[in-house]
């Protein structure tokens, strides 16, 4: 059978309506069996088109939430597992969207780079490649199928951080300990670069009032 199928296999664009539905479901149900069985060392586009339609798709929602009034901006939408947001311009709905490809696509190159670099140190030279790993970045967006709806989205969104974590694991035929490592470290230093620039702008503002 050809991939797209439930047989197994990554995303296949020869099929990618179905090949899309049948991916996601394996990754978010199933997401030992789905890495496990992805051929090592695959090409790049099938898996960054998977991920880029999943951020475009999390992009064009929260746009609707504004055109409805339900949000007065699309925000960020996360996907701890890379730290890629969804949303890239977070005043503007259509700026937004049609950035997101790009800063999708950017962003994927980035955090994959990231993870293979602490790959190689802490699993070793013995490994599967940056394409395994850019795999698993990619396909581990479909958090973003969800994390733009508010509030709960987000929150929902961290089980990425357990696909990531299996991802790893699997397509580099580690030890869970490891791969969490691989996936956890950039995960942490984002956060608190993140809560030291909030506390520095609380404490501008408090400054200035």
Wanted: glycine letters at 12%; hydrophobic letters at 55%.
């Amino acid at each position: 059978m050809g991939m797209g199928t439930a047989s197994g296999g990554g995303f296949d664009l020869s099929n990618p309506a179905n090949s899309f539905v049948d991916v996601a479901r394996r990754v978010v149900l199933q997401p030992v069996r789905f890495f496990a069985g992805l051929p090592r060392g695959g090409n790049l586009l099938n898996p960054l088109v998977f991920a880029l339609v999943c951020i475009v798709v999390s992009a064009i929602l929260s746009g609707l939430l504004v055109l409805l009034g339900v949000q007065q901006n699309p925000g960020f939408n996360p996907n701890p597992q890379n730290a890629i947001p969804s949303t890239f311009a977070p005043t503007s709905a259509l700026a937004s969207i049609l950035f997101a490809p790009i800063g999708g696509a950017i962003g994927l190159f980035v955090a994959a780079a990231i993870q293979q670099l602490l790959v190689r140190l802490i699993v070793g030279e013995n490994n599967s490649g940056f394409a395994s790993t850019f795999g698993v970045a990619s396909y581990t967006q479909v958090t973003a199928l969800v994390n733009w709806i508010p509030i709960v989205g987000p929150l929902v969104a961290l089980y990425g951080l357990y696909l990531s974590i299996v991802g790893i694991r699997e397509a580099h035929g580690t030890t869970t300990g490891q791969a969490a490592l691989v996936v956890l470290i950039p995960f942490v230093v984002v956060l608190v670069v993140a809560l030291v620039v909030l506390a520095w702008v609380g404490l501008t503002v408090f400054n200035q009032g």
